[in-house]
C-alpha cells in the first residue's frame, strides 16, 4: 500500500499506527525527504485550500516513493513547496 494514506488521515494516534502498517516492508526514506514532506501536509487546511495543497501532497509522496534520492530530489522537493505556498496564497485572494 502508499504511505499516501498518512498524509490524507492527518496526525491522530490512529493515523500514526496505521502509517507503521502500510509502510512496512518500504524502503525508509531520507531523513531530508522525510522532513520536507511534512511542510506537505494540508488536512489542517480549511476545505477551501485542502484541494489545491491535497494535489502538491500526493504528487510529492509519489515522488518520494519513486523517484531516486539526492540532491536534484531535494531540489525538486523544495522547488515543489515553493509552488504548493503560492498557490495556496493564491488561493487566499479569491
Not at 531520507?30 to 501536509?41: D, K, S
Not at 502538491?56 to 519513486?66: K, M, P, S, T, Y
Request: aromatic share 4%.
Amino acid at each position: 500500500m502508499s504511505r499516501q494514506l498518512k498524509l490524507l488521515i492527518g496526525d491522530s494516534p490512529a493515523a500514526r499506527s496505521l502509517d507503521v502498517e502500510l509502510t512496512e516492508g518500504c524502503p525508509p526514506r531520507h531523513p531530508a525527504t522525510e522532513a520536507m514532506l511534512e511542510h506537505f501536509r494540508f488536512t489542517h487546511l480549511p476545505p477551501a485550500l485542502r484541494e489545491h495543497s491535497r494535489l502538491f501532497g500526493e504528487l510529492v509522496e509519489h515522488i518520494a516513493d519513486n523517484v531516486p534520492g539526492g540532491p536534484e530530489k531535494t531540489a525538486g522537493l523544495r522547488k515543489l513547496l515553493e509552488a504548493k505556498d503560492c498557490v495556496v496564497r493564491a488561493a487566499l485572494t479569491e
